[in-house]
T-cell receptor, first 114, second 115 residues
Framework: AQTVTQSQPEMSVQEAETVTLSCTYDTSESDYYLFWYKQPPSRQMILVIRQEAYKQQNATENRFSVNFQKAAKSFSLKISDSQLGDAAMYFCAYRSADFNKFYFGSGTKLNVKP | DTAVSQTPKYLVTQMGNDKSIKCEQNLGHDTMYWYKQDSKKFLKIMFSYNNKELIINETVPNRFSPKSPDKAHLNLHINSLELGDSAVYFC??????????????FGPGTRLTVT
């Protein structure tokens, strides 16, 4: 079975600085999809960014970008120019291409200091 | 416009009771899910339905029974509630087709507290 590991339970970053959240996964599949979700205190799960495994180019969405290393099975999230509103739990997720099943990591709590 | 809605948002009940949580999505998606998020924030899939058909049924006690009257609704019924059932339950939906990167859209969650 696929597993998703987030080794950083909690991280802190100063406002306007850059932070990187780590995610590794274990799979025997060659085709799959990866996501980062954000869960603020409101509990709502919000999609931050997604990456298709067949794409070599790293995905970017404004201040959010990923470093996708397929061979290393690593999918880290970089947040640039951190803002107070970025404070939340961040979950890494894996989706099989041939079956509609998602696996989530245990989450990383991000604190943003003013 | 709410994409994925859940009712109720908060549910407090006593052990042994039976309760239901409702979920509706207006996105026209084919697939819907139920997740349980425990006190440590770990998010685990419980069930998934595709076009009203159960496709994922993780190791969940028989006391939990999902019901999908149509593809826009997926309700979760829980019998004989136990203290360990206390958690936040999330409903989600996705377009659900294979070979596509459709992400999931989550509801606001239902915080269930069993006393």
């Amino acid at each position: 079975a696929q597993t998703v590991t987030q080794s950083q339970p909690e991280m802190s970053v100063q406002e306007a600085e850059t932070v990187t959240l780590s995610c590794t996964y274990d799979t025997s599949e060659s085709d799959y999809y990866l996501f980062w979700y954000k869960q603020p205190p409101s509990r709502q799960m919000i999609l931050v960014i997604r990456q298709e495994a067949y794409k070599q180019q790293n995905a970017t969405e404004n201040r959010f970008s990923v470093n996708f290393q397929k061979a290393a099975k690593s999918f880290s999230l970089k947040i640039s120019d951190s803002q107070l509103g970025d404070a939340a739990m961040y979950f890494c997720a894996y989706r099989s291409a041939d079956f509609n099943k998602f696996y989530f990591g245990s989450g990383t709590k991000l604190n943003v200091k003013p | 416009d709410t994409a994925v809605s859940q009712t109720p948002k908060y549910l407090v009940t006593q052990m042994g009771n039976d309760k239901s949580i409702k979920c509706e999505q207006n996105l026209g998606h084919d697939t819907m899910y139920w997740y349980k998020q425990d006190s440590k924030k770990f998010l685990k899939i419980m069930f998934s339905y595709n076009n009203k058909e159960l496709i994922i049924n993780e190791t969940v006690p028989n006391r939990f029974s999902p019901k999908s009257p149509d593809k826009a609704h997926l309700n979760l019924h829980i019998n004989s509630l136990e203290l360990g059932d206390s958690a936040v339950y999330f409903c989600a939906s996705s377009q659900g087709l294979a070979y596509d990167s459709y992400e999931q859209y989550f509801g606001p969650g239902t915080r269930l507290t069993v006393t």
